[in-house]
T-cell receptor, first 115, second 109 residues
Framework: SAVISQKPSRDICQRGTSLTIQCQVD?????MFWYRQQPGQSLTLIAT?????????ESGFVIDKFPISRPNLTFSTLTVSNMSPEDSSIYLC????????????FGPGTRLTVL | KQEVTQIPAALSVPEGENLVLNCSFT??????LQWFRQDPGKGLTSLLL?????REQTSGRLNASLDKSSGRSTLYIAASQPGDSATYLC????????FGTGTRLQVFP
């Protein structure tokens, strides 16, 4: 299993600013994933972040808005840039060594409110 | 495109009842299916993982079945407890995890 922590756990931000969310895993993992959960909605995959390569973004998400770093096998950051109230969501990171066979583990999430 | 439907959307029961949560998905070409619970203010906790070749998995009071060909999975919760109150998510995995909106369960004493 993997234990995942996220910082911050929650934040309230002003429109137009940016927030960087950190995800730390207690073991080395190849694949990390970032999800967004808008109020009352299901989780949506933002991007897949593999160490040593650029993140792969899902349709509807772009690097300029959600830049991701993956400097090593235990850490990743997601930045929400130039925020608007529509970015108010819970952001979660997830890991799983082999997506086709293994259990996927999730962090506790970061609850973001944009005013 | 994979779509996930969970029925019922919400459920409120007295403790002690045996529960059935239903899940259907449109693309049966899955690697596996995972059931999670989500608690307010917390992340997702994995409950059970069923590989595509398996029919069911059990963990304590939980039993999940999978009928891959018909695109259905069912989560059975035996002797429900107030601590089971959470949102339950059925998540089929093709090459990515696809989430529905889940079943919101409340178990009252």
């Amino acid at each position: 299993s993997a234990v995942i922590s996220q910082k911050p756990s929650r934040d309230i931000c002003q429109r137009g600013t940016s927030l960087t969310i950190q995800c730390q895993v207690d073991s080395q993992v190849t694949m990390m994933f970032w999800y967004r959960q808008q109020p009352g909605q299901s989780l949506t995959l933002i991007a897949t972040a593999n160490q040593g390569s650029e993140a792969t973004y899902e349709s509807g998400f772009v690097i300029d808005k959600f830049p991701i770093s993956r400097p090593n096998l235990t850490f990743s950051t997601l930045t929400v840039s130039n925020m608007s109230p529509e970015d108010s969501s819970i952001y979660l990171c997830s890991v799983g060594e082999n997506l086709s066979t293994d259990t996927q583990y999730f962090g506790p999430g970061t609850r973001l409110t944009v005013l | 495109k994979q779509e996930v439907t969970q029925i019922p959307a919400a459920l409120s029961v007295p403790e002690g009842e045996n529960l059935v949560l239903n899940c259907s998905f449109t693309d049966s070409a899955i690697y596996n299916l995972q059931w999670f619970r989500q608690d307010p203010g917390k992340g997702l906790t994995s409950l059970l993982l069923i590989q595509s070749s398996q029919r069911e998995q059990t963990s304590g009071r939980l039993n999940a079945s999978l009928d891959k060909s018909s695109g259905r999975s069912t989560l059975y919760i035996a002797a429900s407890q107030p601590g089971d109150s959470a949102t339950y998510l059925c998540v089929p995995n093709t090459d990515k995890l696809i989430f529905g909106t889940g079943t919101r369960l409340q178990v009252f004493p």
